[in-house]
């Protein structure tokens, strides 16, 4: 079965969802997992579902090249890219699979993708994303559930690979 945006986007309600204003997070106000550091001009308390999911569509989903790469590792990619950033969320994913770490998707760092298996790329790139998340300063408050979020990326990576 191919993992659409919808179901990845599905899934990735799983991790986000609800207003907070967590004075420890630095993108601040965020619903549904859009923050206002990132989304100024939006409306974050009354941000719906639906509004939500196509920020994620245009600026992570499609900005990634998604639909370019294994179904499983798009997901990761997704996720990664929600919570990170999107150029980041690459440049880990080409230290991965031993790219150049130069942030953007392209045919060399889609060659480096293929050149490993579904699961490989899946492992890999949950193993740079704890790496990254424990070099935050922000790890000592919210480490357990970036913790909690990689074991269920794990277990969907296995599902998908």
Do not use: C
Not at 31 to 56: F, M
């Amino acid at each position: 079965m191919k993992l659409t945006f919808d179901a990845a986007f599905d899934r990735l309600m799983g991790h986000e969802g609800g207003y907070v204003n967590d004075p420890n997070d630095p993108g601040g106000e965020t619903n549904w997992g859009i923050s206002k550091r990132s989304y100024p001009q939006v409306d974050i308390r009354n941000l719906t579902r639906e509004g939500a999911k196509v920020i994620y569509k245009r600026d992570f989903w499609d900005a990634a090249h998604a639909d370019e790469m294994y179904d499983g590792v798009a997901f990761q990619a997704l996720d990664f890219a929600i919570n990170s950033g999107i150029q980041t969320a690459i440049r880990k994913l080409q230290k991965a699979v031993g790219a150049a770490d130069d942030g953007w998707w392209g045919p060399i760092t889609r060659a480096k993708v293929a050149e490993m298996s579904e699961s490989d790329v899946i492992m890999r790139f949950v193993a740079e994303r704890l790496d990254f998340w424990r070099s935050l300063s922000t790890w000592r408050h919210f480490g357990n559930g970036w913790a909690g979020r990689a074991a269920t990326n794990l277990r969907y990576g296995a599902e998908d690979s």
